[in-house]
């Protein structure tokens, strides 16, 4: 499957069992992660990141996300367990 199969051009999102899955949620997880594991970013910065992981949560998971890849972060996988 290609991402245009996914969601083609001209569609953002998509909704699974309830759950609505925009287009770049898996980017913004992984740009989100290193804002949040940055220990040079500003606090809030870091609260923000941290926010929107916990936010993108029911996406990821209802895509699958974490039943393919593991998290070897001991701190990140602490908070998704936590949400």
Same mark, same amino acid.
């Given at each position: ?7 083609? &051009? %001209? ?6 069992? %309830? =759950?609505?899955? @925009?287009? %770049? =949620?898996? +980017? ?6 290193? =804002? ?7 606090? +809030? ?18 895509? %699958? ?6 998290? @070897? &972060? &001991? @701190?990140? @996988? ?6």
């Amino acid at each position: 499957m290609k991402a245009q199969d996914m969601l083609p &051009d %001209g569609q953002n999102q998509i909704e699974r069992n %309830g =759950t609505v899955i @925009r287009k %770049g =949620t898996v +980017g913004a997880f992984l740009v989100n992660v290193k =804002t949040w594991s940055d220990a040079t970013a500003e606090a +809030g910065q870091r609260a923000d990141a941290e926010h929107d992981i916990v936010e993108a949560l029911p996406a990821l998971r209802e895509l %699958g996300l974490f039943d393919v890849l593991d998290v @070897r &972060d &001991d @701190r990140l @996988r602490a908070l998704l367990e936590a949400h």
